[in-house]
């Protein structure tokens, strides 16, 4: 299961093997972009760096966190939709299922709260994958928190 955080500037990723005990993490990491680079070159390396994630990884499946606009900041909506873009073409050009999971979805999913904050989702992370550090950046927790909620949810 690979769960995906769209960013411009920093692209969580999250694969994970789900079994009845215990989740395994196999790998999660960030793609990042140059913010003084053209938006061009900055969407074209997210799918190029994915798609070589995708070719070494093989993931049967994917979720991303689905995109929402908040009237305070409708900025980050449109950059995060560029990212978003780049993800769901790399996916689709691998042959993956892609579901659109919701963030309030994803944190109630792991923590009880729909609302809670980045350093909850991080804590959760640390609890459930018995992690002996908090996951950093906190993109890669959120990409293992749409892993785990859409494994749990049976891809």
Same mark, same amino acid.
């Given at each position: 299961?690979?769960?995906?955080?769209?960013?411009?500037?920093? &692209?969580?990723?999250?694969?994970?093997?789900? *079994?009845?005990?215990?989740?395994?993490?196999? $790998?999660?990491? /960030?793609?990042? /972009?140059?913010? +003084?680079?053209?938006?061009?070159?900055?969407?074209?390396?997210?799918? %190029?760096? =994915? &798609? #070589?994630?995708?070719?070494?990884?093989?993931?049967?499946?994917?979720?991303? $966190?689905?995109?929402?606009?908040?009237? +305070?900041?409708?900025?980050?909506?449109?950059?995060?939709?560029?990212?978003?873009?780049?993800? =769901?073409? %790399?996916?689709?050009?691998? !042959?993956?299922?892609?579901?659109?999971?919701?963030? @309030?979805?994803?944190?109630?999913?792991? @923590? !009880?709260?729909?609302?809670? *904050? +980045?350093? #909850?989702?991080?804590?959760?992370? #640390?609890?459930?994958? +018995? =992690? @002996? $550090?908090?996951? $950093?950046?906190?993109?890669?927790?959120?990409? =293992?928190?749409?892993?785990?909620? %859409?494994?749990?949810? !049976? !891809?």
């Amino acid at each position: 299961m690979l769960g995906i955080d769209p960013g411009l500037n920093i &692209t969580g990723y999250a694969v994970v093997e789900l *079994s009845r005990f215990e989740p395994a993490i196999v $790998e999660a990491g /960030t793609i990042r /972009t140059d913010g +003084k680079s053209p938006m061009a070159a900055r969407i074209q390396q997210i799918h %190029a760096d =994915l &798609t #070589q994630v995708l070719s070494e990884l093989n993931p049967d499946f994917a979720a991303v $966190e689905k995109l929402y606009a908040h009237y +305070k900041h409708p900025r980050t909506s449109i950059l995060m939709a560029h990212a978003r873009g780049a993800v =769901l073409l %790399a996916c689709r050009q691998a !042959g993956l299922s892609v579901r659109d999971l919701p963030a @309030t979805r994803i944190k109630k999913s792991l @923590t !009880g709260n729909g609302h809670a *904050s +980045k350093r #909850q989702v991080q804590r959760a992370i #640390q609890a459930v994958c +018995k =992690l @002996t $550090e908090l996951p $950093e950046p906190p993109d890669v927790a959120d990409a =293992l928190a749409i892993a785990l909620c %859409a494994g749990r949810m !049976g !891809g």
